[in-house]
């Protein structure tokens, strides 16, 4: 009998693993790194060699929204419209063009918007050639909807956070996050089971090609009845999908979750909004809107009694919490239940963690609380005068997501992407990382490196299996073109090469692409 199904070999292989930080070759067998060497590798056996390509530990994506993403990726991209009236002749076209009974156009970002509104319903009534259109703020905390749209959804007109115009009639803005994922997932649900599920097939595609073999996959709550997380589970025991899924059951009711038999629960539970849709839960009013500052979704003690089943049955939770309110109010509940129950160790998750105080990140720590975080965003929009500085202030900005600062305090800092909020590669996240242009959030390649590997992986329980490149762990890998040591100022430039999930090529780009 083979020892080896086959040894993999490259330019340099990093394996994230401290006792041995590079390796020139992994030996594979039954989806298992059997072997890690240095040295002449063992002849007769299969080589897969990547020649001058370098090969990282498969890399992971902590927070994502797979099946919306998929969904939404082939809506209409708002991302470059400056207008209303850009975004009305993108959404035209598509609305001549298409079959599709629902339209959705996602990715538009107010703050580049000459008018810094949504397009409003009758304008959306306009364009729409009798579809369903759903514009969405690029946080997807935030909409607008055409009639269409709102005739097929049986509102009684005075639901909270309906937008008005002047004459106080629907103006098609959903503005809070409670009738914008309902508005998201009604309309979702409309799509056949088939359709849903050729979606979850195209996100896994996509994981392909970014490099991605473990996705933490952030489900429910965006299709109404959550019928996607029924479809995620029959691919997940079929072995179906072209990486590791971690699934999180991102509903609230507690009981209804338990017949998935996950041994987590949560994910991107919204305890506030988010930034410019002014719904993040902050303690002094928005700089440009200085009358709000944000929303509270839940009560305390909602958020402490979901907590304490989750924590009492030992599953790990999950909850969205960007504002400083929002923090409080999670922290709060884990505090509580750990004292009550004394410290189990299930590496509490607190997503997004934007704006901490320093006694926020102290007692995340003191806690043993993993935070999930998305270095793209900050990225991109802390720029002088960019959209933080222009809805939180300077001061705030400063402190916002800094990364470094709390892993250095001895929270585990997990990668992510948030896609369909950021863009999918985990690459622009590492890059993100290393080029922070405020100081408390740069950090090393290999600490970047690590956020989307060894860290994320702590964060689902799995490090004793992947993220790292060692033996008995999966076999899993990330073959790049460039090394991203030798290139630290241009890793978003990076391409991926070939993925290698559970020891099966699940991806290799062809010469030219």
Same mark, same amino acid.
């Given at each position: 009998?083979?020892?080896?199904?086959?040894?993999?070999?490259?330019?340099?292989?990093?394996?994230?693993?401290?006792?041995?930080?590079?390796?020139?070759?992994?030996?594979?067998?039954?989806?298992?790194?059997?072997?890690?060497?240095?040295?002449?590798?063992?002849?007769?056996?299969?080589?897969?060699?990547?020649?001058?390509?370098?090969?990282?530990?498969?890399?992971?994506?902590?927070?994502?929204?797979?099946?919306?993403?998929? @969904?939404?990726?082939?809506?209409?991209?708002?991302?470059?419209?400056?207008?209303?009236?850009?975004?009305?002749?993108?959404?035209?076209?598509?609305?001549?063009?298409? *079959?599709?009974?629902?339209?959705?156009?996602?990715?538009? @970002?107010?703050?580049?918007?000459?008018?810094?509104?949504?397009?409003?319903?009758?304008?959306?009534?306009?364009?729409?050639?009798?579809?369903?259109?759903?514009?969405?703020?690029?946080?997807?905390?935030?909409?607008?909807?055409?009639?269409?749209?709102?005739?097929?959804?049986?509102?009684?007109?005075?639901?909270?956070?309906?937008?008005? *115009?002047? *004459?106080?009639?629907?103006?098609?803005?959903?503005?809070?996050? *409670?009738?914008?994922?309902?508005?998201?997932?009604?309309?979702?649900?409309?799509?056949?089971?088939?359709?849903?599920?050729?979606?979850?097939?195209?996100?896994?595609?996509?994981?392909?090609?970014?490099?991605?073999?473990?996705?933490?996959?952030?489900?429910?709550?965006?299709?109404?009845?959550?019928?996607?997380?029924?479809?995620?589970?029959?691919?997940?025991?079929?072995?179906?999908?072209?990486?590791?899924?971690?699934?999180?059951?991102?509903?609230?009711?507690?009981?209804?979750?338990?017949?998935?038999?996950?041994?987590?629960?949560?994910?991107?539970?919204?305890?506030?909004?988010?930034?410019?849709?002014?719904?993040?839960?902050?303690?002094?009013?928005?700089?440009?809107?200085?009358?709000?500052?944000?929303?509270?979704?839940?009560?305390?003690?909602?958020?402490?009694?979901?907590?304490?089943?989750?924590?009492?049955?030992?599953?790990? @939770?999950?909850?969205?919490?960007?504002?400083?309110?929002? @923090?409080?109010?999670?922290?709060?509940?884990?505090?509580?239940?750990?004292?009550?129950?004394?410290?189990?160790?299930?590496?509490?998750?607190?997503?997004?963690?934007?704006?901490?105080?320093?006694?926020?990140?102290?007692?995340?720590?003191?806690?043993?609380?993993?935070?999930?975080?998305?270095?793209?965003?900050?990225?991109?929009?802390?720029?002088?005068?960019?959209?933080?500085?222009?809805?939180?202030?300077?001061?705030?900005?400063?402190?916002?997501?800094?990364?470094?600062?709390?892993?250095?305090?001895?929270?585990?800092?997990?990668?992510?992407?948030?896609?369909?909020?950021?863009?999918?590669?985990?690459?622009?996240?590492?890059?993100?990382?290393?080029?922070?242009?405020?100081?408390?959030?740069?950090?090393?390649?290999?600490?970047?490196?690590?956020?989307?590997?060894?860290?994320?992986?702590?964060?689902?329980?799995?490090?004793?299996?992947?993220?790292?490149?060692?033996?008995?762990?999966?076999?899993?890998?990330?073959?790049?073109?460039?090394?991203?040591?030798?290139?630290?100022?241009?890793?978003?430039?990076?391409?991926?090469?070939?993925?290698?999930?559970?020891?099966?090529?699940?991806?290799?780009?062809?010469?030219?692409?």
């Amino acid at each position: 009998m083979k020892m080896y199904d086959y040894i993999l070999t490259a330019d340099r292989i990093y394996t994230m693993d401290e006792a041995m930080p590079q390796a020139d070759w992994v030996a594979i067998k039954d989806r298992k790194i059997v072997k890690v060497g240095l040295g002449e590798i063992p002849s007769g056996y299969e080589v897969k060699d990547f020649e001058k390509r370098i090969v990282l530990p498969g890399l992971i994506d902590s927070h994502v929204h797979g099946c919306n993403t998929a @969904i939404l990726l082939a809506g209409v991209n708002l991302m470059e419209a400056t207008s209303v009236s850009e975004a009305l002749e993108l959404i035209e076209q598509r609305c001549k063009s298409t *079959d599709e009974d629902i339209v959705f156009a996602p990715f538009f @970002i107010i703050p580049q918007i000459k008018e810094g509104r949504f397009p409003t319903r009758k304008e959306l009534d306009k364009v729409s050639n009798g579809k369903k259109v759903m514009v969405l703020n690029i946080t997807l905390h935030s909409s607008s909807i055409n009639s269409a749209s709102y005739e097929v959804l049986g509102f009684n007109g005075d639901e909270q956070g309906l937008g008005r *115009d002047e *004459d106080g009639k629907f103006n098609g803005y959903l503005e809070d996050d *409670d009738i914008n994922f309902r508005t998201l997932g009604e309309l979702t649900a409309r799509l056949s089971k088939e359709k849903i599920a050729g979606y979850i097939d195209s996100f896994g595609q996509m994981c392909a090609e970014n490099g991605i073999t473990t996705a933490h996959c952030l489900e429910g709550q965006f299709i109404a009845g959550d019928i996607d997380l029924d479809i995620w589970m029959e691919k997940i025991k079929a072995d179906a999908l072209p990486f590791h899924c971690v699934l999180y059951p991102q509903i609230w009711d507690y009981e209804k979750a338990s017949k998935y038999n996950l041994p987590r629960h949560g994910g991107c539970l919204t305890l506030d909004g988010a930034d410019t849709d002014f719904t993040m839960a902050l303690d002094e009013p928005y700089t440009n809107n200085p009358k709000v500052r944000g929303n509270l979704y839940w009560r305390d003690i909602d958020v402490y009694n979901l907590t304490k089943k989750a924590y009492t049955d030992g599953k790990q @939770i999950a909850f969205h919490a960007m504002g400083e309110r929002a @923090i409080d109010q999670v922290l709060d509940a884990y505090r509580r239940v750990i004292a009550e129950q004394g410290q189990k160790n299930l590496r509490l998750r607190i997503e997004h963690f934007s704006y901490p105080y320093e006694k926020h990140i102290a007692m995340a720590a003191k806690l043993g609380v993993v935070a999930g975080m998305q270095p793209e965003y900050t990225y991109l929009f802390d720029v002088p005068g960019g959209a933080l500085e222009q809805w939180v202030g300077e001061e705030r900005a400063k402190r916002a997501e800094l990364y470094k600062d709390v892993a250095d305090k001895g929270v585990m800092v997990a990668g992510g992407s948030d896609a369909p909020v950021n863009s999918l590669n985990p690459l622009t996240g590492i890059h993100g990382l290393v080029n922070a242009t405020r100081e408390g959030r740069r950090m090393s390649v290999t600490e970047a490196l690590k956020t989307y590997t060894y860290n994320a992986a702590y964060a689902a329980f799995e490090e004793n299996e992947r993220g790292t490149i060692k033996e008995g762990f999966f076999a899993d890998f990330t073959v790049l073109d460039e090394d991203p040591y030798d290139v630290p100022h241009k890793i978003n430039e990076i391409k991926v090469t070939a993925t290698i999930s559970e020891g099966r090529i699940v991806f290799e780009r062809t010469e030219g692409k």
